[in-house]
């Protein structure tokens, strides 16, 4: 394919993968006695692979395991990491509510078994990912105590080149599903605080189990859906439930002046063969008044 610009922008700065809540089980278990975690993880994988993008990291934001089981971190490491590899990319697992903390430092970060939170800062060639963990032991809903908030502002006082994205499992965002909001990230003026005058940049996030955007602080936040099972809007907001379809990831592109969050469904199915690399190398070849004649022209 050429490598032309054929608009304003130059190619993104870096891209970014985000997948979220896998849920996996052991020994292959149905979620629910129905979701087939450990399948529609595979097709994630596959789908996100058969866009050709090399992405410079994958992030998971959350929820990696339903019940914390050693045996099902032992499953996803071994299907992440030989397809991160191909990928050429470094994973970044987020630590979520359904996790356990000393088993997913063992079984995915060859840590010693801890109650300490799972944080931990990338350097992306110039543009900084850092991972935070919103998990309570022994709770669902979601608090950043104060000695991490701290650290966050000790990592965040030198600015990066590209700036930076923080990554956890509970969006500070508010949800129209009403008992949602008893999950939530809790005190969220204190992350506000904490980031104010930053370089963040954008805030990746999962637990809501669909797809759903908007700003923090000022901050723009994206929650990717489940690669498990997804939320089915199409339903009054208090009889909400999960269903097996919707699932997607998201490709995050970083620009020097913006970010954007495309939403990738993982469907099965047919698509038209209009735009292909020939017709894209034939647009390539033309001047930029001639890709206008040829292809922006009402006819």
């Not at 939320?231 to 269903?243: C, H, K, Q, S, T």
Request: hydrophobic letters at 45%.
């Amino acid at each position: 394919m050429a490598s032309v610009q054929f608009g304003q922008h130059a190619p993104a700065r870096r891209v970014i993968l985000h997948l979220s809540d896998t849920h996996l089980l052991g020994g292959d278990r149905l979620l629910g006695e129905r979701y087939d975690t450990a399948a529609n993880l595979r097709r994630t994988l596959d789908a996100a692979e058969a866009t050709g993008v090399r992405p410079d990291a994958v992030v998971f934001t959350g929820d990696l395991t339903d019940l914390g089981e050693p045996e099902a971190y032992r499953a996803l490491r071994a299907a992440v990491e030989p397809w991160a590899e191909r990928l050429g990319a470094p994973v970044i697992w987020v630590a979520g509510n359904h996790d356990e903390r000393p088993a997913l430092r063992a079984g995915l970060l060859d840590g010693e078994p801890s109650l300490e939170p799972v944080t931990g800062v990338w350097d992306l060639d110039g543009l900084r990912i850092i991972a935070l963990d919103s998990t309570v032991p022994g709770w669902h809903h979601g608090d950043l105590d104060a000695a991490q908030l701290e650290w966050l502002r000790e990592e965040l006082a030198t600015p990066a080149p590209l700036g930076t994205i923080l990554a956890l499992h509970h969006p500070p965002l508010p949800t129209h599903i009403p008992f949602f909001d008893v999950l939530e990230l809790r005190d969220q003026p204190r992350l506000a605080a904490a980031i104010a005058g930053s370089d963040v940049r954008a805030i990746l996030a999962g637990h809501l189990h669909y797809s759903t955007s908007g700003t923090f602080a000022g901050v723009p936040v994206s929650v990717a859906a489940a690669s498990c099972y997804t939320m089915d809007l199409a339903r009054p907001a208090d009889e909400v439930n999960g269903m097996d379809a919707g699932q997607s990831f998201h490709l995050v592109h970083v620009w020097d002046d913006t970010i954007t969050h495309a939403v990738v469904p993982v469907v099965d199915a047919d698509t038209s063969g209009y735009f292909t690399p020939a017709w894209v190398d034939e647009m390539a070849a033309l001047t930029p008044e001639g890709r206008l004649e040829a292809f922006s022209r009402k006819r």
